[in-house]
């Protein structure tokens, strides 16, 4: 039964046990509070009765003492007896009105004969019921006994037991009544918690522009409740924000393999083309034979370079253990010199100026020489496919606190301001038509983004009428 019980009450709502609490508690505290108030009640009337029996044998004493027996009569119900105590015995004078279990009565006699102060006790006479007895010498040898009934005290206890059952049960009903609403109120922002909740559960969390757009609102509750409330609202807003990253992710994987198809497509399927070729007579005469096999190892070679660009970016995010960088201490200057003397060695139609400043030659940085070289390169490529025969080229090597810039200058159009945020994605080509006559695979901007932040530095663009600006910062300090 107290297990089925126990059982119900944890299943129950927190309201509904709070309330239960709530109740048993003030149970206990009313328990306490009437049995302290019923027993002081008691021992007040006690005391006022023996108070009042006090001054009753005064008179008594006198009277027995003028006449050996009490010859007033007593109050109504009181017994009064005066006992001749001598060695163990107490004999009752006569005549006394006494009930007939008198022996308590003679018993306190006895006691008061070896005792300095007056007696009092309370006992249970047969027949009549509990009484309260009082004994006093009257002169040595000589004891008077009063008895009083304790009938009007106890009637008077159980009378202010009844009231305080009475009160304290309709106050713990409507403790336990208006408690359960008011704590129904209080716990209303968890239910609402709650319910925002299962409205979060219920909402399809797979779609890809999935926005949570349940909050939990309201100011009740207390400042626990609202410290509640916020942390949830600040959960819902982080789980919005990893869904939108997720979101970008799933649309940036999307986009990626689209990509990767359709440039891995074209050098496939012209591998396939030549392939066939081969199949007829005319092909396998020795011109068209090495000419065929030139393209098939051109388209090879490209689908090489678009594969190694990919792997690359793969180690670079995946943030592999064993980097795929080589640190070695290496002369910045230099590197770009040997970029720019191999620029205008495939591109001497581009005039292109290379600034050392005074101070950023002195210094070595740490980094892989070939990774920033390929930075290099893609930049100052980057200018030539986009920019018209004849456009100048300036690439400038400065140093900063703590770190060293090279900037990558050309005049020509420049980027269109909608396409600047997307520069350096991957794939992404400025040339909407896709076409491969002045550009490539749209990674070498990613490339060389993704190497410039391995080694620590960042790359930005600046764009201003007449200049496109490539600046890439490395840190001096790299380990």
């Known amino acids: 039964m107290i297990r089925r019980w126990w059982r119900a009450y944890r299943g129950s709502r927190l309201g509904t046990r709070l309330a239960l609490g709530l109740g048993v508690l003030s149970l206990v505290v009313f328990a306490v509070v009437g049995t302290v108030l019923t027993t002081y009640m008691r021992e007040y009337l006690e005391r006022q009765l023996a108070d009042q029996m006090k001054l009753v044998q005064v008179v008594q004493s006198k009277d027995a003492a003028a006449h050996g027996t009490v010859e007033r009569k007593p109050y109504y119900g009181w017994y009064t007896a005066v006992y001749d105590v001598s060695g163990g015995s107490a004999d009752l004078r006569t005549p006394a009105e006494v009930p007939a ?84 109120r209080g716990l209303k ?163 292109l100026t290379v600034t050392v400043a005074s101070g950023a030659q002195a210094p070595l940085l740490r980094l892989d020489p070939q990774r920033i070289r390929q930075v290099l390169d893609n930049l100052l490529t980057n200018t030539a496919v986009h920019t018209p025969p004849g456009t100048k080229v300036a690439v400038t090597v400065s140093g900063a606190p703590g770190a060293a810039r090279v900037s990558v200058a050309d005049t020509g159009p420049g980027v269109p301001a909608a396409d600047r945020d997307r520069i350096f994605d991957r794939f992404y080509r400025v040339d909407k038509a896709r076409s491969r006559d002045r550009g490539g695979s749209g990674l070498g901007l990613s490339v060389a983004a993704s190497l410039v932040r391995a080694h620590g530095g960042t790359i930005e663009l600046a764009d201003e009428p007449g200049a496109t600006v490539f600046t890439v910062t490395l840190p001096a300090g790299r380990r």
Do not use: K
């Not at 009063?146 to 106050?171: C, K, M, N, W």
């Open 101 to 184: 279990d008198s022996g308590a009565l003679a018993a306190l006699a006895r006691t008061m004969a070896r005792s300095d102060e007056d007696l009092t006790r309370t006992v249970r006479i047969g027949g009549h019921g509990p009484y309260l007895l009082r004994a006093c010498e009257v002169e040595p040898g000589v004891v008077l006994v009063s008895a009083a009934p304790l009938g009007d005290v106890e009637d008077t206890v159980e009378q202010l037991i009844t009231v305080q059952v009475v009160v304290f049960g309709l106050a713990l009903a409507a403790l336990v009544v208006f408690g359960r609403r008011m704590l129904r």
């Open 189 to 351: 922002p968890l239910s609402d918690m709650a319910s925002t909740a299962h409205g979060i559960a219920s909402h399809d969390l797979t779609e890809s522009a999935a926005r949570l757009s349940l909050r939990a609102d309201g100011r009740d509750g207390g400042q626990e409740v609202a410290e509640l409330r916020t942390a949830f609202n600040t959960m819902l807003e982080h789980i919005d924000a990893s869904l939108a990253v997720r979101a970008r992710a799933e649309q940036r994987l999307r986009r990626f393999v689209a990509d990767a198809s359709h440039e891995l497509r074209t050098p496939l399927m012209s591998v396939r083309g030549y392939a066939d070729l081969f199949q007829y007579a005319p092909a396998n005469a020795p011109g068209e034979r090495e000419r065929h096999l030139a393209r098939l190892r051109a388209e090879a070679a490209r689908m090489g370079a678009l594969l190694d660009d990919l792997l690359l970016l793969a180690r670079l995010d995946a943030d592999e253990v064993e980097a795929p960088l080589r640190w070695e201490e290496a002369d910045l200057a230099e590197l770009v010199r040997q970029a720019a003397e191999a620029f205008r060695a495939a591109r001497p139609d581009r005039p």
